[in-house]
């Protein structure tokens, strides 16, 4: 064991030397990477400080009119529905009234129309009606004074020569 000693304390200085070196390549690799991330880092200033500048620097001189612009617009919104309501009013007032006004339309046709009915059934009953019974009475009249007289009875409105009578047997 004891020549195992030094083996021991040989292969832990190789380990602690392999560590060493990994260690210096390491800080290598970092400082390697810093310098690259700076170098990006300044070109990354150089370049986007003047446009972040120069967007804020528009921000600030842009944003009252967009303000204007924003209070513009719901200025012209509330109009606009303002409008809109009366409108809506106005064509429902419109509709009512068409509506109300076909309404008086169809009744006036149907009280006219009621009317004309009363004075045709009323022209028939005073006129046409005594005109018939007057007509039925002459032609009474007139058989019998024929039937009298002795003159041949005068032939059918259908050319036959047959009284209108004869013809149901």
């Keep these: 064991m004891e020549n195992l000693v030094p083996l021991?304390?040989?292969?832990?200085?190789?380990?602690?030397?392999?560590?060493a070196g990994i260690l210096v390549a390491l800080f290598i690799a970092v400082r390697q990477t810093t310098g690259r991330v700076e170098a990006?880092?300044?070109?990354?200033?150089?370049?986007?400080?003047?446009t972040i500048e120069t967007a804020?620097?528009?921000?600030?001189?842009l944003r009252p009119r967009v303000t204007e612009i924003v209070a513009n617009v719901e200025h012209s919104s509330r109009i606009a529905r303002a409008q809109v309501e009366r409108i809506d009013a106005t064509?429902?007032?419109?509709?009512?009234?068409?509506?109300?006004?076909?309404?008086r339309a169809d009744e006036l046709i149907n009280r006219t129309l009621d009317r004309v009915e009363e004075t045709s059934e009323m022209v028939h009953r005073t006129v046409v009606s005594p005109i018939r019974q007057l007509q039925g009475l002459v032609q009474g009249l007139s058989a019998g004074l024929e039937f009298f007289l002795?003159?041949?009875?005068?032939?059918?409105?259908?050319?036959?020569?047959?009284?209108?009578?004869?013809?149901?047997?």
């Design 150 to 169: 002795g003159h041949k009875r005068r032939q059918g409105r259908d050319g036959m020569g047959v009284p209108q009578d004869e013809l149901f047997i």
């Design 40 to 50: 990006l880092a300044s070109e990354v200033k150089t370049k986007a400080v003047p």
């Design 8 to 19: 021991f304390i040989i292969v832990t200085a190789i380990a602690v030397v392999i560590q």
């Design 91 to 103: 064509v429902s007032d419109a509709v009512d009234r068409t509506r109300l006004q076909v309404i």
């Design 56 to 61: 804020q620097a528009m921000l600030v001189e």
